[in-house]
């Protein structure tokens, strides 16, 4: 049986060194971890978007034990931005706001996960 991994998302050359975006995550499997975004104490919104696939986010407040149940995200392709979810639906725009030592993203359910992209912002 062939070994199949997750694609992490990398940081992107963006020049604002304000905001920081990840992308290209590539999910396989169920809770794959598609972005893993070490030492995000300075940004405080955080916006998450797929292309394909469904996603949930585990959030660390030490840096080293995350959380066992999904942070909710407000749904912002909803009429209400009081909706909140816990899993994305692919091609819409998700925001949560913290402050985290470190965010991870994984695949939630058995279709892949595609071109998964975080921005952080300030």
């Avoid at 604002?16 to 809770?31: A, I, K, T």
Wanted: glycine share 8%; net charge negative; aromatic share 8%.
């Amino acid at each position: 049986m062939a070994l199949t991994l997750a694609t992490l998302s990398r940081v992107s050359g963006n020049t604002d060194p304000r905001v920081r975006v990840y992308s290209g995550g590539l999910g396989v499997n169920d809770n794959d971890v598609v972005v893993q975004a070490d030492d995000v104490s300075m940004f405080r919104r955080f916006f998450l978007m797929t292309s394909a696939g469904a996603a949930d986010l585990t959030v660390s407040l030490d840096g080293t034990n995350y959380s066992t149940a999904p942070l909710s995200m407000n749904d912002l392709g909803s009429t209400s931005f009081a909706t909140a979810v816990i899993v994305t639906v692919a091609n819409r725009v998700y925001s949560f706001s913290g402050c985290f030592q470190s965010v991870r993203v994984l695949q939630n359910g058995a279709t892949a996960i595609a071109d998964v992209t975080l921005i952080c912002c300030p």
